[in-house]
């Protein structure tokens, strides 16, 4: 009887997007992590004022991650649930996390004749417990769930036969490769190194400071996607909210308000990010170090600034008072002024520490 189980992040920068979630509690185990961060993890907000992380309008897929992530794939006709177990054990004793659909209904113990098809990630198991760990949402937070060795197989297996099933075809199994890739198996790469990380960082700040709308569109433009980067979200999501106002603050519908809700988290994610790096900046570099801390000082209040926003699109939900709305426009605006203005000064001291550590 043996037990092992994978070390994760506990208080990953990402809970908003279970797909990205599962990866940040892994890449987050790793001080490599911060150098690959640099230069990836762009968010947008499309017009209708949705945030996604992502590039040129679209989520990141698995691919995205491969760089710093070590990613195998094994086929699902290969491994029955029978197998399963055996095969989680096998692959986390070799420090590999699993990720891998499972029927939810089955995980939860739901009767349904519908099955319910998600993704998940193993990171540990206990023999003489019978149990494997599954990160689980509980609520809106994320906790570690000691799932039944039997548990676990029957939800494999419930996903195992639909996956099998002729009838979902193709097109399904190529929609979940965004995600996951048959039965995914995941390790930080450790030799990942970015050469270039504090230039990317410096070239990071220009870029949220100045914030861009893209346009995209195909060549015969028949579709068209407008989308927003840097403090253009924020910007963006104080004008659309307010054009709420103009007609009336009672017309947004619920679910648009917990829409709004979760892109103000994951910019609030985003930006606690960024702030992640200029620490790793400031210990990187060791130059300018007290004027660096002191701007940092200041955008920390504009992050606290933006959890009290998300805090108001909640207040909101539950009331649906008019003056709280035009609060969070209000507010939204004055942040995303400050760090306009917090941001043009941090990237012009990381620019003047950084040239000073290059040849002449």
């Given at each position: 009887?043996?037990?092992?189980?994978?070390?994760?992040?506990?208080?990953?920068?990402?809970?908003?997007?279970?797909?990205?979630?599962?990866?940040?509690?892994?890449?987050?185990?790793?001080?490599?992590?911060?150098?690959?961060?640099?230069?990836?993890?762009?968010?947008?907000?499309?017009?209708?004022g949705?945030?996604?992380?992502?590039?040129?309008?679209?989520?990141y897929?698995?691919?995205?991650f491969?760089?710093?992530?070590?990613?195998?794939?094994?086929?699902?006709?290969?491994?029955?649930?029978?197998?399963?177990?055996?095969?989680?054990?096998?692959?986390?004793?070799?420090?590999?996390?699993?990720?891998?659909?499972?029927?939810?209904?089955?995980?939860?113990?739901?009767?349904?004749?519908?099955?319910?098809?998600?993704?998940?990630?193993?990171?540990?198991?206990?023999?003489?417990?019978?149990i494997?760990?599954?990160?689980?949402?509980?609520?809106?937070?994320?906790?570690?769930?000691?799932?039944p060795?039997?548990?676990?197989?029957?939800a494999?297996?419930?996903?195992?036969e639909?996956?099998?099933t002729?009838?979902?075809?193709?097109?399904?199994?190529?929609?979940?490769?965004?995600?996951?890739?048959?039965?995914?198996?995941?390790?930080?790469?450790?030799?990942?190194?970015?050469?270039?990380?504090?230039?990317?960082?410096?070239?990071?700040?220009?870029?949220?400071?100045?914030?861009?709308?893209y346009?995209?569109?195909?060549?015969?433009?028949?579709?068209?996607?407008?989308?927003?980067?840097g403090?253009?979200?924020?910007?963006?999501?104080?004008?659309?909210?307010?054009?709420?106002n103009q007609?009336?603050?009672?017309?947004?519908?619920?679910?648009?308000?917990l829409?709004?809700?979760?892109?103000?988290?994951?910019i609030?994610?985003?930006?606690?990010?960024?702030?992640?790096?200029?620490?790793?900046?400031?210990?990187?570099?060791k130059?300018?170090?007290?004027?660096?801390?002191?701007?940092?000082?200041?955008?920390?209040?504009?992050?606290?600034?933006?959890?009290?926003?998300?805090?108001?699109?909640?207040?909101?939900?539950m009331?649906?008072?008019?003056?709280?709305?035009?609060?969070?426009?209000?507010?939204?605006?004055?942040?995303?002024?400050?760090?306009?203005?917090?941001?043009?000064?941090?990237?012009?001291?990381?620019?003047?520490?950084?040239?000073?550590?290059l040849e002449?």
């Amino acid at each position: 009887m043996g037990n092992k189980k994978l070390k994760i992040c506990e208080t990953p920068f990402v809970t908003s997007e279970c797909w990205t979630y599962y990866k940040m509690i892994v890449l987050q185990t790793e001080p490599v992590f911060i150098e690959w961060l640099t230069n990836h993890m762009d968010l947008f907000l499309n017009d209708c004022g949705s945030a996604t992380f992502g590039d040129h309008a679209e989520p990141y897929t698995l691919s995205y991650f491969n760089e710093i992530l070590d990613i195998t794939e094994n086929r699902i006709d290969d491994v029955t649930e029978k197998e399963i177990v055996d095969y989680v054990i096998s692959q986390i004793n070799e420090e590999y996390y699993v990720k891998l659909d499972l029927d939810f209904n089955k995980l939860f113990g739901i009767e349904a004749e519908e099955k319910n098809i998600h993704e998940a990630i193993i990171y540990g198991y206990d023999q003489e417990k019978r149990i494997v760990y599954i990160p689980l949402l509980n609520g809106e937070k994320f906790q570690e769930e000691e799932v039944p060795f039997e548990m676990f197989a029957s939800a494999y297996g419930s996903m195992w036969e639909q996956f099998m099933t002729p009838q979902i075809g193709r097109e399904w199994k190529y929609v979940r490769r965004h995600y996951v890739l048959g039965l995914t198996l995941l390790r930080v790469n450790k030799d990942y190194f970015n050469p270039n990380a504090q230039f990317d960082l410096i070239q990071k700040l220009d870029y949220e400071r100045k914030g861009f709308v893209y346009e995209k569109k195909s060549f015969d433009g028949e579709e068209i996607q407008r989308y927003h980067t840097g403090l253009a979200c924020l910007h963006h999501l104080a004008e659309y909210i307010d054009g709420f106002n103009q007609n009336n603050f009672e017309k947004i519908p619920d679910d648009c308000i917990l829409g709004y809700k979760k892109s103000y988290l994951k910019i609030y994610e985003h930006q606690s990010m960024l702030r992640s790096c200029l620490s790793w900046f400031i210990e990187k570099t060791k130059i300018y170090s007290d004027d660096m801390e002191a701007l940092c000082a200041e955008y920390d209040v504009c992050l606290k600034s933006i959890y009290n926003i998300i805090l108001l699109t909640i207040k909101y939900y539950m009331t649906h008072e008019d003056t709280i709305a035009a609060r969070i426009v209000e507010n939204t605006k004055e942040v995303c002024e400050k760090e306009k203005d917090i941001l043009k000064r941090l990237h012009k001291t990381a620019l003047e520490a950084y040239l000073s550590t290059l040849e002449v």
